[in-house]
Each structure stands twice: as structure tokens, then as C-alpha cells.
Nanobody, 125 residues
Framework: QLVESGGGLVQSGGSLRLSCAAS????????IGWFRQAPGKEREAVAC????????NYINSVKGRFTISRDNAKRMAYLQMNSLKPEDTAIYFC????????????????????WGQGAQVTVSS
């Protein structure tokens, strides 16, 4: 089970740090992905990180602003979001890819399971 936390309301240009806590799951095998779904839009991938935490992958719109990280010993993953924009407003989800490619991760939603319930992020202009 995955549980997201750390969402909230922030002004444009502000920062938030999302956390993803795993219970009953060890995190040394899967890649971890963060996804988001804005009102009226389809869910999209945001970022992923390989099992060892050595490789990350981001969609273009968040590159340079968001940072994904993980702590396998603590069974935690994080998404640090800086320079937030109103278009980042969405529900953010974390999920696991149990068959990641070697030393890489893919931003393909269909690869991911164990979805959390999501955390609301609202960025005001």
C-alpha cells in the first residue's frame, strides 16, 4: 500500500514536497513513479526513479523544477516541487513498476501498480 502526503495550497512560485510512504512493501525492487491528474484531464506521468535511485526521468514541463528521490530503507519516495505554476494544480499519485528496465525507469503509466489515493496540490496565481 502506498500513501501520499504533503499536498496543499501554495502560491505561484512556491514549493511543496510530496511524500509517498509504502507499507507492507519493500522498495528495493520496483521503480517508483509520480503521476498527476488535473481537473477534466487525463492522468499523466510526471517523474520516475529507478530502484537504486541512480537514474531519474521527468516530463519536459517539470524538468528543472521538480526532483524525485527515494529512501528504500525508510520505504519512502519524495517529489520536491519548486517554482510551482497554476498548471501544476492536480491530484498527485505515486505508484510502482515491478519490472523496471535495467538501470532505468519508464514514464509509461500502464507499467505501474499499487497506486496510492493521491494528494491534492493547488497552485494559485
Amino acid at each position: 500500500q502506498l500513501v501520499e502526503s504533503g499536498g496543499g495550497l501554495v502560491q505561484s512560485g512556491g514549493s511543496l514536497r510530496l511524500s509517498c510512504a509504502a507499507s507492507g512493501i519493500t522498495l528495493d525492487r520496483p521503480a517508483i513513479g509520480w503521476f498527476r491528474q488535473a481537473p477534466g484531464k487525463e492522468r499523466e506521468a510526471v517523474a520516475c526513479i529507478n530502484p537504486r535511485g541512480s537514474v531519474t526521468n521527468y516530463i519536459n514541463s517539470v524538468k528543472g523544477r521538480f526532483t524525485i528521490s527515494r529512501d528504500n530503507a525508510k520505504r519512502m519516495a519524495y517529489l520536491q516541487m519548486n517554482s510551482l505554476k497554476p498548471e501544476d494544480t492536480a491530484i498527485y499519485f505515486c505508484a510502482l513498476d515491478w519490472r523496471p528496465p535495467p538501470e532505468f525507469c519508464r514514464l509509461t503509466m500502464g507499467r505501474y501498480d499499487n497506486w496510492g489515493q493521491g494528494a491534492q496540490v493547488t497552485v494559485s496565481s
